[in-house]
């Protein structure tokens, strides 16, 4: 029986190796250094894609993983997804565009994990913000929009998730296009409007922001938020 479950276990764990690093392949092929996805080219390796949301439909999170090993998991999944999503409704100028049933991209019940369906809305705010007290989370999960902090082009795991964040948001925040900084003003993402409460529960906003900006940041300086591109983040 123990010897079974050993190589249930290891079974287990080779296929998931194997679908996160396809999954990785997958993101390093169709998407550049500055997030920029080759949606045209990705639509090509689409049965690929589709083998990765297969194993994610088959796979429940456990609850003896790490809650490094289950963000990855999940912020893998809503990436997937989404990109299975704008793949589905290729080509289109904005993931705004996208409607059934009179609902929005983020509340359509299509995401499969672990035999439920769930919305790309309920992974994010009631398993990844509501579960890990994680403002990173922001740069993990990725909209498919312009304004969005850049999507990585390599799949999230245990052993790289938090170093991987980290560099996601300081490319986020000392990025021109997305956050303008100074010592005395800033120009910011609508993300850190939407999601105060995240990013100060620790501190200020500038408090966070200067854990990651290249430049420092007064206590004092003003703040304002910056319009949202949402126009497609594709090549």
């Known amino acids: 029986m123990k010897n079974l479950l050993l190589i249930l276990s290891l079974s287990f764990f080779l296929t998931s190796q194997g679908q996160t690093s396809n999954f990785n392949s997958l993101l390093k092929k169709h998407v550049d250094a500055k997030g920029n996805v080759n949606y045209k080219a990705f639509k090509k390796d689409e049965t690929k894609l589709k083998s990765y949301l297969s194993y994610l439909n088959k796979t429940t999170p ?6 490094t090993k289950t963000k990855a998991f999940w912020v893998n999944a809503y990436n997937a997804y989404t ?13 705004l565009k996208i409607k059934q049933k009179g609902k929005d991209a983020w509340n359509i019940p299509f995401a499969k994990v672990g035999g439920k369906t769930y919305t790309l809305n ?12 994680d ?3 922001h740069v993990g999960v990725n909209c498919a929009s312009g304004s969005c902090p850049q999507l990585g082009n390599f799949a999230f795991t245990e052993t790289n998730y938090k170093a991987k ?3 996601l948001m300081k490319k986020f925040i ?5 956050n303008k900084i100074s010592e005395h ?21 500038i408090d966070f922001l200067n854990k990651y ?11 304002r938020f910056l319009e949202y591109d949402w126009s497609l983040n594709g090549k």
Request: hydrophobic content about 35%; overall charge positive.
């Open 165 to 167: 964040t980290i560099e």
């Open 83 to 95: 990109i299975q999503l704008i793949l589905d409704n290729y080509p289109l100028k904005s993931i």
């Open 174 to 178: 000392n990025d021109p296009n997305r």
């Open 213 to 223: 900006s290249k430049i420092k940041i007064s206590p004092k300086a003003k703040i």
């Open 135 to 137: 403002p990173k989370i």
């Open 122 to 133: 309920h992974i994010e705010h009631k398993i990844l913000r509501k579960n890990f007290n």
């Open 185 to 205: 003003k800033v120009e910011l993402s609508k993300i850190f409007e939407w999601f105060k409460g995240d990013f100060t529960k620790k501190g200020s906003l």
């Open 62 to 67: 456990q609850k003896n993983w790490s809650a």
